[in-house]
């Protein structure tokens, strides 16, 4: 049992995280506007929701105009602050120069830039298109990379500004029957992490997040919802706390809203033969592999 010293130590420490925390949620962000890819998204509405309700302005940015609007319209009531919408397909080469353009020619200052969009997609790589793989490689790499490109530089002549990116638990293995959708976050993961270095000391910070399988349309959007990988996938607004927190505080990475059976699997996972984990994940991720 641990000495009636060492709990007191750690109940205080944290009580004392909790503190943190909550003075951090707490913060006001009036004033402070963000960026947000895929705002209508699961993680992308909990990231708007959680920054509005703090008092802070938007620039919402996705591909259906309506629904753009339709947020735009219930975070403006509802919060009464700012918010912008930019309705644009992210898989265009394009699509990055023109958020950039839209925001200088209206005078729109970006203060935090969040790269939440994006998708996966189940299925044999010899099986799935063309299209699907490079629009994916499009949305989860090269636009972020290229908004990052646009925006870092204000941000770093200014003195302040917030990058946080979204990758996922995905990052850090191989994923067969997922496998470009594993390496796109696996590049996120290694570029953010590069570039939290190269602005330490620039006022600018860099995070980014890794969440475990969540409940958002990434399950149908990529046609997962009968494997083992999604069975007890968390909900999303734990997860974008943890990450817009953690952007906030300038964290290097953040990784939340692992479920009960991937958490002894991460925990195993840089132990395990490569072999042995590629077979799991196979398993995990083939059609009808959820346990009823
Ligand atoms: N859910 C998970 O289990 C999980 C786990 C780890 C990491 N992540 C990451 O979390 C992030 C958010 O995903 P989510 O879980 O919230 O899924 P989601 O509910 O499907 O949201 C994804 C958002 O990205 C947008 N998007 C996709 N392709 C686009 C395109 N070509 N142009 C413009 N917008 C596009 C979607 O808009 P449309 O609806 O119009 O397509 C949607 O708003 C992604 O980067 C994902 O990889 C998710």
New binding site residues.
Partial sequence: MAPFADILFTTNELRNQKFQEEKIMSQSQQGKTALI????????TQFVNIHASNGGDLILV???SDKLEAQKNEVTKKYNVTAHTIA????KPEAAQTIYDTCKNNGWTVDYLIN?????GQGEFIERSMEQDM?MIA??IETPTRLAKLFLPDFVKRGHGKLLN?S???AVMPGPLQAVYYATKAYVTSWSEALWRETRDTGVTVTVLM????Q????S?GNLGSTQLFAN?VK?DSVAKAGYEGMLEGKLDVTAGLTATQKPFMAMAPMLPKKMLMDNVYKMQEQGSRRK
Avoid: C, H, K, Q
Wanted: avoid cysteine; charge should be neutral.
């Fill in positions: 890819t895929g705002s209508y998204g699961g993680l992308g996705g591909r259906s644009i397909d992210l898989s939440n969009a994006g998708f996966g629009s949305v989860n979204v996922s638990t995905a969440p475990g399988a969540m958002t349309g990434f399950i959007s996938a999303p």
